[in-house]
Structure formats: structure tokens, C-alpha cells
């Protein structure tokens, strides 16, 4: 809980309200571009996220977050191979969790989904386990945050922690961070294809991700909180700490303060050289927003005071750098400035001192000034639905529903 701002809960406000009607959602046929239904990147799952928060915060009608649960939960079930935290079944389970809260509301449909999304994971983990067995590495879809087991496994540990299967992908990340049996100089989450996911001639020997999107930062983050949720499986503090190991090696300083890039090739994981130009502009997808708030919680879980500190100075700095906030010309929570308010919000929380929360205040206000309520972009991720839940976090003091676990802040 934090201090609450007004003005920024005037602004989320406005934004809720434009997005109350959900019937021309409802009126769109299935499929056409970002309008899935399922989808909490930029359907109506994740504007749903928005309107279930303020329900149950008090602030909005549960009748308009019910409709819009109902718009993302209509059509057929997607529970297919590709179906991940943002996508399908396990989209559906999170939102529907968040609704239902601590009630029995949406029992008879949470178990279904948690039924499908517990298949999907046993699936996708027999894949990854067989993978490493055969010495092979990854592809980004099998442990990252979007589409991954790091997010399959994000679901778990808030839906139900003691559940074998929160375990079981826990047990996976620490796996994943072991040598692989031919061994090599590279990390063993060092990923087969380029940043965008895909084999391409440009990456012929893959990369290493420290993204929260798509790269380590995520398993890190979701290792430190459930070692913090007292979630534990044998060789989960050696996990956290081999990452952390990898990712201090990437760790640039400047004038501005420590930074980590979003991606590593071949040739500088050989040379151990990163040029400055790689500074990723601070979102949370690749940049600060996320390896910062990843690297704060790790420091946490581990009761490593430097590491945290180190993390929070590198927050505080950007918050205080213009030149960094010019690079967020968006206002979603994945590309653009909502990411790095909400980021700044949950690090002040956890911080050792009260600089990064004095800085809220004017990174708010250049949020709410980018923000137009009837934006094009609605959804959670690069909308303004996102845009408004981070200034209802700010403008309320709190988070209700645990929406931002899906971007691993908390």
C-alpha cells in the first residue's frame, strides 16, 4: 500500500469509463486481428482485468466487469499447443481468477479451465524436460513470460501454490538453469533463435535473453517470489543465483547509473563486451522497468542488500533522467511509460529508501498527459486499458485483483 494520488485516479477513471460498453467487442467475429476475445495481451480479457480491478477495489460496477468476462469467455475454448498466459485457456483462467477473488464465484468454470491449464502445462513440460535430455537448446517459447512455462507457471503460483504443478514448473526452471550434459561456455537457457523468436540467418547461433518478455529475467523474477512466498523446491537458491551470476556479467554502468541489455549474440558473449548503444530504452519488456524490478526481488529472496540496492539506485536514476522518459514516447505497460510507472511503483514498495516513490508524482502526470481515453489501443499490454490500471494502482494505493502478476511485478 502506498500513498494514493488523486490526479492520477481522475485519469483512470476517465479511461474505465470509456471503455465501460463492451457490446461492440462482442459484436466483432472471432479472430480479426488483435480482437480475440482470449487475449490478455490486446483483447477483451485483459480490459476485463481493468474493470475487475476497480470492482473490487470499490470503485467500478462488478456488473460492467462481468460483462466483460463474458465477452472473453465467449466462443470455443482455445487449449491448443500455443495456448499460454496471454493466450486462450490460461488467459481465461487468470482473468477468471481475478474476478472470482477469495469468493466462490466462477467455481464451476475455474475448475475446467484450471483443469485444461494443468494439462497444457504437464504438455508443455514433458517437451521441455525431453528437450533437455537430448542436450538441445531452447527456444524462447518453451520458458518464457508470454508464451512459455514461466508463464504457465506465473498462473500456478498465485492460483495454487501448493498444487504439485506449481512445483513441477519451479522444479523445470531450476532445470533449466543447470549445465547442459555436453556442456558449454554458453548458458544453458542460451536460446536457438533470434529475439523475435525465429530461426534466422542474422542469429545463426541464437542468442541470450535478459528480457522480461521474453528472456531469463522472468524465471529469475518467478523463482524469488516463490522463494518469497515460501514456495520452495530443492535448488531453487542455486537457480537464482547461477542467473544472477550470468546476468552481473552484462551489468553496464554510466554517468546515468547500472543498466542490463535486452539481448547477448555470440560474438559479445566471446568478446565480454557490450557497446553503449545497447542501453534498451527502460520498458518493461526489455528494459530497465523489468530487469531492475527482477534483479530487486532476487536481491530480496536471496538477502542480497547490494544487489537490491543496485537495483533500486538503477530505477532511481532513470526516473530522474530525461533524456531515458524521452524514449517512452508510448504509454502501454509492455513498450511504454505505464511499464515503467508501474514497475517504479511496485520497487517502491520493496525499497530501502523512499527516493524512487518521490518520483512517482511527475512520472504519473507524463503518463496521464500521453493517455487519450478513446485511444485506438485498448487492450492491456500497449493500451490504455494497461495505461489506466497502472495509474489506479497509483491513484488508489494499492492492487486488488493481482492483475500485474502477469507481468511478474508482483
Given at each position: 500500500m502506498t500513498e494514493p494520488h488523486a490526479d492520477a485516479l481522475a485519469v483512470a477513471d476517465a479511461v474505465a469509463a470509456a471503455l465501460a460498453a463492451p457490446q461492440p467487442w462482442a459484436?466483432?467475429?472471432?479472430?480479426?486481428?488483435?480482437?480475440?476475445?482470449?487475449?490478455?495481451?490486446?483483447?477483451?480479457?485483459g480490459i476485463a482485468l481493468l474493470h475487475i480491478e476497480r470492482a473490487r477495489s470499490g470503485r467500478g460496477d462488478p456488473i460492467t466487469a462481468h460483462a466483460w468476462l463474458n465477452v472473453a469467455i465467449s466462443g470455443a475454448l482455445t487449449k491448443a499447443a500455443n495456448a499460454n498466459l496471454f493466450f486462450g485457456a490460461p488467459a481465461l483462467a487468470f482473468t477468471t481468477h481475478a474476478?472470482?477473488?477469495?469468493?466462490?464465484?466462477?467455481?464451476?468454470?475455474?475448475?475446467?479451465?484450471?483443469?485444461?491449464?494443468?494439462?497444457?502445462?504437464?504438455?508443455?513440460?514433458?517437451?521441455?524436460h525431453a528437450r533437455i535430455n537430448r542436450g538441445e537448446q531452447p527456444e524462447m517459447k518453451e520458458f518464457d513470460l508470454i508464451r512459455g512455462l514461466t508463464g504457465l507457471g506465473t498462473y500456478h503460483l498465485r492460483r495454487h501454490p501448493d498444487h504439485s504443478i506449481t512445483g513441477d514448473v519451479l522444479s523445470y526452471l531450476v532445470r533449466l538453469t543447470e549445465p547442459l550434459p555436453a556442456g558449454s561456455e554458453l548458458p544453458p537457457w542460451w536460446t536457438s533463435v533470434a529475439p523475435n523468436g525465429e530461426p534466422s540467418s542474422n542469429y545463426p547461433h541464437g542468442h541470450g535473453n535478459l528480457g522480461m518478455s521474453h528472456g531469463i529475467s522472468s524465471a529469475l523474477a518467478l523463482l524469488s517470489l516463490a522463494a518469497l512466498r515460501n514456495v520452495n523446491v530443492a535448488g531453487?537458491?542455486?537457480?537464482?543465483?547461477?542467473?544472477?551470476?550470468?546476468?552481473?556479467?552484462?551489468?553496464?554502468?554510466d554517468d546515468a547509473g547500472a543498466w542490463w541489455p535486452g539481448a547477448i549474440t555470440i560474438?559479445?558473449?566471446?568478446?565480454?563486451?557490450?557497446?553503449?548503444?545497447?542501453?534498451?530504452?527502460?520498458?518493461?519488456?526489455?528494459?530497465?522497468?523489468?530487469?531492475?524490478?527482477?534483479?530487486q526481488l532476487a536481491g530480496l529472496a536471496l538477502a542480497d542488500e547490494t544487489r537490491q540496492q543496485t537495483a533500486e539506485e538503477a530505477m532511481q536514476a532513470t526516473l530522474r533522467d530525461p533524456v531515458q522518459l524521452d524514449r517512452l514516447p508510448e504509454s502501454g505497460l509492455c513498450h511504454g511509460l505505464a511499464g515503467l510507472l508501474h514497475c517504479a511503483w511496485r520497487m517502491a514498495a520493496d525499497a530501502r529508501?523512499?527516493?524512487?516513490?518521490?518520483?512517482?508524482?511527475n512520472l504519473a502526470a507524463r503518463l496521464a498527459a500521453q493517455i487519450s481515453p478513446t485511444a485506438p489501443q485498448t487492450g492491456l499490454l500497449d493500451g490504455v486499458a494497461g495505461a489506466a490500471l497502472a495509474l489506479h494502482a497509483l491513484g488508489t494505493g494499492a492492487v486488488t485483483s493481482c492483475w500485474d502478476t502477469v507481468l511478474l511485478m508482483a
Open positions: 459484436a466483432q467475429p472471432p479472430g480479426r486481428g488483435l480482437l480475440w476475445p482470449q487475449s490478455l495481451w490486446a483483447g477483451a480479457a474476478a472470482a477473488g477469495t469468493s466462490r464465484r466462477y467455481r464451476s468454470i475455474l475448475q475446467r479451465l484450471d483443469e485444461a491449464v494443468t494439462s497444457i502445462t504437464r504438455a508443455r513440460l514433458a517437451a521441455a531453487a537458491k542455486e537457480a537464482i543465483e547461477r542467473i544472477c551470476a550470468w546476468t552481473d556479467l552484462w551489468r553496464q554502468q560474438e559479445q558473449a566471446r568478446e565480454q563486451r557490450i557497446h553503449p548503444s545497447q542501453c534498451p530504452r527502460p520498458s518493461w519488456c526489455y528494459g530497465i522497468s523489468g530487469t531492475a524490478r527482477a534483479q529508501t523512499a527516493r524512487i516513490g518521490d518520483e512517482l508524482p
